[in-house]
């Protein structure tokens, strides 16, 4: 499942295989090669902020910049069960040239956690706004953040732009192990209504045992990811 011994190509390229079968109109896939420590370096101090460790490591060991995105036709869409109805594509984005956008875009958030010191509208775990890193934010502004201090540190936090059902939800145990499981679901949302029927509530994590998630990966053909 998910990563590979030789890092993570070779799961891009299955995902972009198979989801190039359901999805007509292909797939798009860009990866760069690794930024040098120079050029993270640079990012920081741009940022003002280090970025955690395993984001961190990604980029240098990995790709500078990975970009992996499809889009379900409106028949495909249609032919699905009630239960991923919400699922219409996937977007993996991970580009250290793109962190200071993330950050600048996390700042409009701190109004939320200004009300009181800290913010979590589930009434479950709550975490401090300076305790969060965002690496990834979807296009209707779900973003998705490493809690870098403090309870459920080096975990993976979904923020729900509309304080919906995954607000402060853990997604995984960390950058690593989600990583892994959203490329077995074909890196599918990453906003919030296409991520709930993956979202395990007993585990507090994106799970490969749901009912929802062992569906949709027969049908993209993921199961051997």
């Not at 079968?21 to 280090?50: H, N, T, Y």
């Not at 219409?88 to 250290?96: E, K, M, Q, T, V």
Request: glycine share 6%.
């Amino acid at each position: 499942m998910g990563r590979t011994p030789t890092g993570y190509q070779d799961l891009w390229k299955h995902v972009c295989s198979r989801m190039g079968k359901l999805c007509p109109d292909g797939v798009e896939f860009d990866c760069a090669l690794p930024a040098s420590e120079e050029e993270i370096c640079q990012i920081e101090s741009r940022m003002e902020r280090r970025i955690p460790f395993a984001l961190r490591s990604f980029f240098h060991q990995h790709t500078s910049s990975v970009a992996l995105n499809w889009y379900l036709n409106w028949e495909t869409i249609q032919s699905l069960p009630n239960v991923l109805q919400y699922v219409r594509g996937g977007d993996l984005f991970l580009s250290i040239g793109h962190q200071h956008v993330w950050h600048t875009n996390w700042s409009d958030w701190e109004s939320r956690f200004k009300c009181a010191s800290q913010y979590s509208p589930s009434g479950a775990v709550q975490y401090q706004f300076s305790e969060l890193y965002p690496f990834i934010q979807s296009d209707s502004g779900d973003t998705l953040v490493i809690v870098t201090d403090g309870i459920n540190k080096d975990s993976v936090v979904f923020q729900s732009f509309e304080d919906g059902p995954l607000s402060c939800a853990r997604l995984a145990v960390d950058f690593d192990s989600f990583l892994s499981v959203w490329g077995a679901l074909g890196f599918v949302g990453p906003n919030e209504w296409a991520l709930i029927p993956f979202y395990d509530q007993d585990s507090d994590s994106l799970s490969l045992d749901l009912s929802a998630a062992c569906e949709w990966r027969r049908i993209a053909e993921l199961n051997c990811v």
